[in-house]
């Protein structure tokens, strides 16, 4: 009987994926490259490299000169919006030359990253479609139009929402320490996180699971402190940018674009609509305080939703991590209706795709690389909030209703 060489598997499985991510990499280079979107990454590159040299500001008008040539006035002045310590992520990238290499690379990470955290969703909300049916739903959540557009752009949303989802499962699993680390890390995009994490914190504290708390704070703690050793300056830099972001691409919300929708554009409306909003978002928090997993992945899945509504500058990126509310929307439906719930999920993903990319292309021209527009950013968040509501009930009672029914049959 022959013996099996795992250490010649393990290197046959190496091996395939090196050769896999080279010409990923190659085919990002000479295609995707070549036809622009460098408003995301160019101004990362750029101010990734002048901080990785010790005495330059990322922050400043004067770091970005080669992305200035890279992008033209198309797209207005280039910022690196990111904290300081981003540079842990975008640090090793930006010592890649030529450019183009780099973003050819990058661009592959971001790709691996956008299937990881479609597969990492699917586990997340116990969802095993049929093989048919998970090459649709692969289909669906890399097809959509924000999801193409954050690929082509090179947008580190992707990564972000892959950490988060990753960090979501780990709690769902009781892997209180190492979903800690995830979050700490996803605070790079700190946007998109900056409702999620409180509520990690404070749900993590009414189940008196400290190693969450614990694991949170000193990986946040080791991020921010650090950047504030090397570059005590840089959250008023980081602030200035992302300020003049916000003005140069307003409305950069639905909180914003209902607003400009309104008559009159009293700003005083973006502010009852965020309170209105903080206040319901709270009271979903307050009830999933000290439950189990399924309480905390729903409003876990609803604070995602709600940090692109209340008013948070947003983009068309951080859509992707939207994918998580959503996957939980079809798996309950499936769970509860099987036959019955998968064709109203393929109904539904059908009407997702066609309105997203039906209003990209009346309000954009469903140019990847525009200007985003202010009913593209309402259209998702609403949808998915509507979504999360109708299946609330089974998502949170599913499990109690059939063991309550098989401790019935028990006692006959």
């Known amino acids: 009987m022959r013996r099996r060489r795992p250490d010649l598997m393990f290197l046959i499985i190496i091996l395939a994926i090196l050769l896999a991510a080279g010409g990923l990499t190659i085919f990002n280079q000479r295609v995707l490259v070549p036809l622009g979107g460098n408003q995301v990454f160019a101004p990362i590159w750029e101010g990734a490299r002048v901080a990785s040299g010790g005495d330059g500001n990322p922050y400043e008008a004067s770091s970005m000169s080669r992305s200035r040539v890279l992008l033209g006035d198309e797209y207005g002045e280039p910022r690196f919006l990111y904290p300081y310590y981003s540079l842990i992520l975008f640090g090793p990238i930006s010592e890649i030359q030529p450019y183009s290499l780099a973003r050819a690379i990058w661009t592959s ?3 691996v990253s956008m299937v990881g955290l479609v597969f990492t969703a699917l586990v997340l909300t116990r969802w095993r479609p049929k093989p048919w049916m998970m090459l649709v739903f692969l289909l669906f959540a890399l097809g959509q139009f924000h999801s193409v557009r954050a690929v082509f752009l090179g947008s ?26 995830f979050f700490g890390l996803s605070m790079i995009k700190p946007e998109m996180v900056i409702l999620l994490l409180p509520f990690v914190f404070i749900w993590a504290v009414s189940k008196r699971q400290m190693g969450l708390v ?19 300056q840089w959250l008023l830099f980081n602030y200035v940018q992302f300020l003049g972001y916000f003005e140069q691409s307003f409305p950069a919300s639905a909180n914003a674009a209902i607003w400009r929708w309104l008559p009159g554009y009293n700003p005083q409306v973006m502010l009852v609509i965020a309170v209105i909003l903080g206040l319901w978002l709270v009271w979903e928090w307050w009830r999933a305080f000290g439950k189990d997993s399924r309480h905390f992945l729903w409003a876990a899945a609803l604070t995602l939703v709600f940090t692109n509504l209340i008013g948070v500058p947003t983009s068309l990126s951080n859509f992707v991590l939207l994918i998580v509310p959503l996957t939980l929307v079809f798996s309950t439906w499936v769970q509860r209706w099987h036959g019955a719930g998968t064709q109203v999920t393929l109904v539904v993903m059908a009407l997702i795709l066609g309105l997203e990319w039906g209003l990209s292309w009346l309000t954009m021209r469903s140019d990847l690389a525009g200007q985003t527009s202010g009913s593209m950013l309402v259209l998702l968040p ?27 049959l028990r006692r006959l």
């Open 214 to 232: 614990l694991s949170m704070m000193l990986t946040g703690g080791l991020l921010v402190g650090g950047a504030f050793y090397f570059f005590p």
């Open 109 to 111: 990470v971001v790709m």
């Open 156 to 181: 580190p949303a992707v990564v972000v929402g892959l950490l988060v989802a990753l960090g979501l499962l780990m709690v769902v699993r009781e892997q209180y320490g190492v979903a800690g680390v």
């Open 382 to 408: 609403v949808t998915a909030l509507l979504l999360l509501y109708w299946v609330r009930y089974w998502a949170l009672n599913s499990i109690q209703l059939k063991t309550g029914h098989l401790e019935a």
